[in-house]
């Protein structure tokens, strides 16, 4: 069963926590992303990572960090969380050995609110 | 700026009719061309894709075209359904020498009225 998974949906911190987003995948892709979605901005892609500890930032990285020990697990880390960024965030992953190589798969997304 | 762009942020057909997405993309290195479909509280999926070796590919209602000179895709949707009611996000990469990201418009909302 190919599947996306995050944790958690839903969280609601105050500026300047830490926060802690995790991504599963189960397809043994190589690839993981992480974008956030906000209104009128469609997708914007935070951080790339090609592998166990070899990771890219994206078009947005300023606030946030990622951590990929395992391939299976991808996480997405805000230090000291800020306002701007209560946001809609997906996890995907790709691989590009696949049939359709370069579609994502995407998990069900975390709705993060900094208050 | 906006590397891949969606001229319309919504539209609205009746069910039954024919309708157009459109995308714009300025990086004439893009190979690949995909649209992804976003339910409500869901996570996008990818709905069609092409590769720049051909300028159009169909999949039953859903037909891609790709304008390479023009540097503009399409997605065009027959005989649509309420349930095709959603976001599509159009999104393009390159998949040769690529670095497997993708770029994705902002998004149409659209919506079939039964």
């Known amino acids: 069963d190919m599947k996306v998974t995050q944790m958690p949906r839903y969280l609601i911190k105050r500026m300047g926590e830490n926060v802690l987003l995790e991504c599963g995948q189960d397809?043994?892709?190589?690839?993981m992303y992480w974008y956030r979605q906000d209104p009128g901005l469609g997708l914007q892609l935070i951080y790339i990572?090609?592998?166990?500890?070899?990771?890219s930032e994206g078009d947005i990285p300023k606030g946030y960090r990622v951590s990929r020990k395992k391939r299976e697990h991808f996480s997405l880390i805000l230090d000291s969380a800020k306002t701007n960024q209560t946001s809609v965030y997906f996890c995907?992953?790709?691989?590009?050995?696949?049939?359709?190589?370069?579609?994502?798969?995407f998990g069900p997304g975390t709705r993060l609110t900094v208050l | 700026g906006q590397q891949v762009k969606q001229s319309s942020p919504s539209l609205t057909v009746q069910e039954g009719g024919i309708l157009i997405l459109n995308c714009d993309y300025e990086?004439?290195?893009?190979?690949?061309f995909a649209w992804y479909k976003k339910y409500p509280d869901n996570s996008p999926t990818l709905l069609i894709s092409?590769?720049?070796?051909?300028d159009k590919r169909e999949d039953g209602r859903f037909t891609v075209f790709l304008n390479k000179s023009g540097k503009h895709f399409s997605l065009h949707i027959t005989a649509s359904q309420p349930e095709d009611t959603a976001v599509y996000l159009c999104?393009?990469?390159?998949?040769?020498?690529?670095?497997?990201?993708?770029?994705f418009g902002q998004g149409t909302v659209l919506s079939v009225i039964p």
């Open positions: 990086n004439d290195m893009f190979d690949y």
């Open positions: 995907a992953s790709s691989s590009p050995t696949g049939v359709n190589y370069a579609e994502q798969f």
């Open positions: 397809m043994s892709h190589e690839t």
């Open positions: 092409v590769r720049s070796n051909v």
């Open positions: 990572s090609y592998d166990v500890d070899s990771n």
């Open positions: 999104a393009a990469g390159m998949a040769t020498g690529g670095n497997n990201k993708l770029t």
